[in-house]
């Protein structure tokens, strides 16, 4: 089991950047699929991006739900337990409750989308972007 903690949200104006982070308690994330989703006030868990673990079944490839693709970007780090979320240009609309998730390396593909496919979950971190 991994446990994850994220950090890095906070209170910011639409327009802004933030970069939230999520540390693993392992000591590599590198053979986990990690994603990060969102769960806002009275909607459900929305995907957000994934970092997929490179295996057998992958070479490790990046994705993103279509309300921040080109805003959003996931990254792995140089400390090989933790995965950050770089968020530019925030709308009032990103505002939610953000976790972080890992998955094994079978995760790949349209499964990366899917929240029940990950196996361990951070707590989350609020990010709140007013107009």
């Known amino acids: 089991q991994v446990q994850l903690v994220e950090s890095g949200g906070g209170l910011v104006q639409a327009g802004d950047s933030l970069r939230l982070s999520c540390s693993a308690s392992?000591?590599?994330?590198?053979?986990?699929?990690m994603a990060w989703f969102r769960q806002a006030p009275g909607k459900e868990r929305e995907f957000v991006a994934t970092s997929v673990a490179r295996s057998r079944w992958s070479t490790g490839t990046t994705h993103y739900g279509d309300s921040v693709k080109g805003r959003f970007t996931v990254s792995r780090g140089d400390a090989e337990n933790m995965i950050y979320l770089q968020m530019n240009s925030l709308k009032p609309d990103d505002t939610a409750v953000y976790y972080c998730?890992?998955?094994?390396?079978?995760?790949?593909?349209?499964?990366?989308?899917?929240?029940?496919?990950?196996?361990?979950w951070g707590q989350g971190t609020q990010v709140t972007v007013s107009s």
């Open positions: 998730a890992a998955g094994p390396n079978t995760v790949f593909g349209s499964m990366a989308y899917r929240a029940d496919k990950y196996t361990d």
């Open positions: 392992v000591r590599t994330v590198s053979s986990y699929t």
